[in-house]
């Protein structure tokens, strides 16, 4: 959003609200304001599907290292089980 245009159109607002009048917006500022809150909308619906997919992948990426970490375990206690029996002989 241009904040220079929004902060034109939002100071010609409170003018006419001030001066009594009905809403003054021209249709131009109006159709601006739309287009911009349409952009922002579809921004925002973009932004949430990035987020859930981030958290989509982050819970992927736990479950893995959930699944290495309980298979290094195993894996530790296999070396140490040979290695005990390597002594053993």
Do not use: C, P
Not at 10 to 36: P, R
Not at 57 to 74: A, C, S, W, Y
């Amino acid at each position: 959003m241009d904040k220079e245009r929004f902060e034109e159109i939002k100071a010609e607002f409170k003018w006419a609200v001030k001066q009594g009048h009905a809403m003054t917006l021209s249709h131009n500022s109006i159709d601006w304001l739309f287009s911009t809150v349409e952009e922002q909308q579809k921004e925002i619906e973009k932004l949430r599907w990035i987020k859930n997919t981030a958290i989509e992948q982050i819970d992927v990426t736990q479950n893995r290292n959930e699944r290495l970490e309980k298979e290094n375990e195993r894996l530790r206690v296999v070396e140490q089980a040979y290695e005990a029996m390597k002594k053993a002989l």
